[in-house]
């Protein structure tokens, strides 16, 4: 439920049934309120609170959000939530485009204050839809978009993210990441680019690729495209049986076409297709066919 309070405040509400991977849903509920705050186009604030219980878990999340201009070409993002008495996480985005040079430039920082568990909900803001533990985390990242002359665009950036408790688990571990991609398109059909991409994970695993992609629109509503990448992956691994630690390094190359059919105002078509392969004689491929409906 949505209602206009005034031309500059909207309330918001809303409850439902609970959804939870790990236990039944009988009696389970969940709920909210928010209330949006824009008493100018260039100031907008949020306030949210969410409530989700069921079996195992009686959790209470609550949030404020800011988008802000702060000066011609220049805006910010901030973004806190709460989760029971504990912070969890803040974001905080700043762009800055400067005309005379076409350039835009994007600062990011995320923090997550406290661990999140082994827990999924089902359309809940309260957790992540991993199934994995994650430690607090410091994350920095640094992007930039440039435009050239003929047609020409010339993008990247770099990320950092440092861990409290650096275990050898997904999605806990300090790395370094790096990527530039340049774009040219020639006409407005067609548009080719090629990209480099870099990871450095902490313990001593890396990534290093590029790749290259051609695309072609011959309508609005109708879009293609093909291309392929090469990456080389060295890591390492611990056996959990016998404590030894293992290091890989395969040579992978990946094939790749897509394509996309804007149908309507209401319904789309994508259809992409990948076949991977590597040095260690492994062969994946995957077809994946989305219909879209928008109501």
Not at 199 to 226: A, H, M, Q
Request: hydrophobic share 30%; proline share 3%; glycine share 8%.
């Amino acid at each position: 439920m949505r209602v206009p309070l005034t031309e500059w405040a909207k309330f918001t509400a809303f409850f439902g049934q609970a959804v939870s991977f790990y236990s039944g849903h009988d009696s389970d509920w969940t709920g909210g309120v928010a209330l949006e705050l824009q008493q100018s186009p260039g100031s907008r604030w949020l306030f949210e609170y969410h409530k989700y219980e069921d079996d195992i878990a009686d959790n209470d999340s609550y949030g404020v959000e800011t988008w802000q201009k702060l000066w011609e070409g220049a805006f910010f993002h901030a973004k806190f939530r709460g989760l029971d008495d504990q912070a969890r996480d803040v974001t905080l985005n700043f762009s800055q485009y400067i005309s005379p040079l076409d350039l835009t430039l994007l600062l990011d920082y995320q923090r997550l204050f406290s661990e999140l568990e082994d827990e999924s909900r089902h359309d809940s803001p309260l957790y992540r839809s991993g199934l994995c533990d994650w430690q607090p985390y410091n994350r920095f990242s640094a992007r930039f978009d440039k435009a050239l002359p003929c047609n020409i665009g010339l993008s990247g950036g770099v990320s950092v993210q440092r861990v409290s408790e650096n275990e050898q688990s997904y999605g806990n571990r300090d790395y370094e990441h790096g990527d530039i991609t340049l774009s040219f398109y020639p006409t407005d059909k067609w548009f080719y680019s090629i990209s480099g991409e870099w990871w450095n994970t902490d313990p001593e695993s890396s990534f290093f690729g590029y790749s290259g992609e051609i695309g072609y629109r011959p309508l609005k509503c109708v879009d293609w495209t093909v291309g392929s990448t090469y990456g080389n992956y060295v890591f390492r691994y611990e056996d959990e049986r016998f404590g030894y630690l293992y290091r890989e390094d395969p040579f992978v190359r990946t094939y790749y076409t897509g394509f996309r059919w804007k149908v309507n105002e209401t319904n789309n078509l994508r259809v992409n297709f990948e076949y991977e392969d590597d040095d260690q004689d492994n062969d994946y491929y995957t077809l994946r066919c989305t219909w879209g409906q928008t109501f």
